[in-house]
């Protein structure tokens, strides 16, 4: 399979880019495939649900344990003005995927043929033609084909007419809160970090590269990390706990640093309306130097909004509070 090979796909990432390469990416044609299919923005908890039924299906079979997903989303393909930030870029959902249990992460462009197939050819010619899918799992929400005119009972009668077998994994809550991306995307952009890592099933991520900041936290006695941010959506400022590591781990680092993070505009030394948002973390415990490194951070909890304080001690003094209670949430 593919390790990166595209914009954005770093090495060691696996995938098959578009279904008329699987028997070269693959080396074979894929073997009695139960396919999960979806966008899998964040790679939920309810995507997580139609992975395991796909496992539970392929540990009976031998067969391949795929995840079928679609790049661009469909959203940004027909409206990319309107189209909502990605939670996760296509390396990071790849990733998850993997990690979620499927074997093989076949990524099909979507594109201006791909989206006028009907709904009966989505189903004759890619999943049971091209894949060959013994069967396919997908959410009670599943729409597919041209005008997105199939829906589950169409899926099903066609698998059932052409051997193919269709389970339907009902709705995934938490709490009482369905698990989709877009409660998610919502939790996210009001800072509830902590509602979106129980929809997730894990913190909240963001990647990005190491980049040189003014230095104020080594002058105030807390070093920070300033991050140049490659996604798309991001917490609203404030100030949270979480974690912080290295994209690429190194042997014999920590799994994680416990990470002070905080986005905002630095308001008690910027002047009013500054444009710039700085993404910063402080990772307790970590002494080194990290610039040009590629670094994940993970939001725990929210701790505070962002303020503008009246002196720089009481600036230090918040963010000592805010270490202190990092520490006791992320260690």
């Known amino acids: 399979m593919t390790k ?25 044609a894929l073997r009695e ?7 899998f923005d964040g790679v939920h908890l309810g995507h997580r649900a139609l992975l395991e039924e796909v496992l539970r299906i392929t540990r009976t079979s031998g067969g391949d344990a795929v995840a079928l997903t679609f790049d661009p989303h469909p959203a940004r393909f027909f409206a990319p003005s309107l189209a909502p930030p990605m939670l996760t870029p296509l390396h990071r959902r790849i ?14 462009p979507f594109t201006a043929e791909f989206a006028g197939l009907s709904a009966e050819d989505f189903v004759e010619k890619v999943l049971v033609k091209d894949l060959g899918a013994r069967h396919v799992v997908v959410g009670a929400d599943f729409s597919f084909g041209k005008n997105r005119r199939g829906n589950t009972t169409l899926l099903k009668s066609a698998g059932s007419r052409l051997g193919m077998g269709v389970s ?4 995934v809550t938490a ?7 877009t409660k998610v995307r919502e939790f996210v952009l009001e800072g509830r970090v902590e509602g979106a890592s129980l929809l997730l099933g894990r ?8 980049v040189h900041g003014v230095g104020r936290g080594r002058t105030l006695g807390v070093p920070t990390i300033n991050l140049a941010h490659a996604g798309e959506i991001l917490p609203r400022p404030g100030v949270y706990a979480g974690r912080a590591r290295r994209v690429d781990r190194i042997q014999g680092e920590p ?18 309306g500054d444009p710039e948002l700085f993404i910063e973390a402080h990772l307790l415990d970590f002494a080194g ?3 040009d490194v590629d670094m994940r951070l993970a939001f725990v909890a929210h701790l505070r909004d962002q303020r503008r304080y009246a002196s720089v001690d009481e600036l230090v003094a918040a963010i000592q509070s805010d270490i202190a209670r990092t520490r006791e949430s992320c260690t």
């Not at 339907?168 to 709705?171: E, G, I, L, Y």
């Not at 709490?175 to 991306?181: A, D, H, I, P, T």
């Not at 002070?260 to 008690?268: F, K, L, Q």
């Open 255 to 272: 799994a994680w640093f416990a990470a002070a993070i905080s986005i905002g505009t630095n308001p008690t030394f910027t002047k009013a």
């Open 95 to 108: 990733e998850l995927l993997q990690e979620a249990g499927a074997a093989i992460v076949l990524v099909e």
């Open 33 to 39: 495939p139960a396919v999960a299919i979806g966008n």
């Open 289 to 291: 130097d990290l610039y």
């Open 175 to 181: 709490n009482g809160l369905v698990c989709s991306s």
């Open 4 to 28: 990166g090979g595209g914009p954005g796909i770093p090495e060691g990432v696996h995938f098959i880019r578009g279904r008329k390469r699987i028997t070269l990416d693959l080396g074979r």
């Open 203 to 210: 913190p909240f991520e963001i990647d990005g590269k190491v």
């Open 168 to 171: 339907v994994v009902p709705q």
